[in-house]
């Protein structure tokens, strides 16, 4: 595991920036225009199970923008779209939503052969994802999480955690995360405050004191070089959505240059 590390700390050529996952956004068209900008782009997040395309499908059916993938043609569509991730100069990074772990397997496979990291989605809060157990209730729920890692783990590639915190309370958190503390190699952490329009930088010290030996994404509301290095305090990288939404990544190039 910690050969795994070093070599995801090894090959991002000093960056710090992480482009996070936005479902119906990041695909390999989109990540391939940042060139040598970020240290992992992440695909996804993509449904790779019957079970949540047609979760996904009533998502985008109330308007919010979803991949919606036709399974039969997943594989390649996975292989041609980390290509293009690619060509940002980046390590690339799959964030994925299943339910049943046996049908997404194969999906896994492509993946692992393919990314450099699966990203396993704990994060995500619509209803129709939640409902299944799945998103942020695989924090909750760590024996389901735990069966899902046994099997990603025969995969022999990182595996990441993008979780989000105060939907459970951080030290129920920090005991479930313990229980599937050897599958993964990284936690990409949502440090979502609920109420405030800025990061829970406490909380991720608390975490990120804990998992040391883990490779530590930090995100929410990163939008200016201040605010990243900042939150560089405890994590070993910043990830950005809707800043690179909104255009505000000028401040990346500078940011690069400090490292
Ligand atoms: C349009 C949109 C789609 C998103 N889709 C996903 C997703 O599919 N998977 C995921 O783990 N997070 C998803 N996120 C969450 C982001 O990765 C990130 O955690 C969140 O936006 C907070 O970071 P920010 O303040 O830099 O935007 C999405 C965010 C946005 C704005």
């Known amino acids: 595991m910690a050969d795994k590390i070093n ?4 090959m991002n050529n000093s960056k ?4 996070a996952p936005m479902a119906g956004i990041t695909d390999g068209e989109f990540c391939k225009q940042f060139k040598n900008m970020f240290a992992i782009t992440t695909l996804g997040g993509y449904n790779i199970d019957l079970t ?18 036709d399974l039969n ?46 990203e396993v989605n704990c994060h995500c809060r619509q209803r129709e994802i939640t409902s299944l157990g799945l998103g942020q209730e695989l924090m909750r729920d ?20 993008k979780i989000r915190l105060n939907y459970i309370p951080i030290d129920k958190l920090i005991k479930n995360l313990d229980v599937v ?14 109420g405030k329009p800025y990061a829970d930088l406490s909380s991720l010290k608390i975490l990120s004191d ?11 509301s990163v939008d200016s070089l201040e ?15 809707r800043a690179v939404l909104n255009g505000k990544i000028d401040w990346i190039k500078e940011f690069n240059k400090m490292f």
């Open 16 to 19: 710090k920036v992480v482009l």
């Open 52 to 69: 949540t395309y047609k979760a996904g499908l009533k998502i985008e059916q109330r308007g919010r923008k979803e991949f919606l993938i």
């Open 227 to 241: 605010k990243a290095l900042e939150m560089l305090k405890y994590a070993d990288f910043v990830s950005v959505a």
């Open 73 to 118: 043609n997943f594989n390649e569509y996975i292989v041609d779209q980390i290509k293009k991730a690619r060509e940002s100069n980046s390590l690339v990074s799959v964030n994925v939503r299943f339910f049943d772990i046996e049908e997404a397997y194969g999906r896994l496979e492509v993946i692992a052969k393919h990314a450099d990291i699966v």
């Open 181 to 194: 503390k050897d599958y993964f190699t990284g936690l990409h952490v949502d440090c979502f405050y609920p």
């Open 142 to 161: 760590v024996k389901r999480l735990e069966r899902f890692l046994e099997e990603i783990g025969s995969l022999n590639v990182p595996i990441f955690l």
């Open 210 to 220: 804990h998992f040391k030996d883990k490779v530590i994404i930090g995100n929410n």
């Open 7 to 10: 070599k995801i700390l090894e």
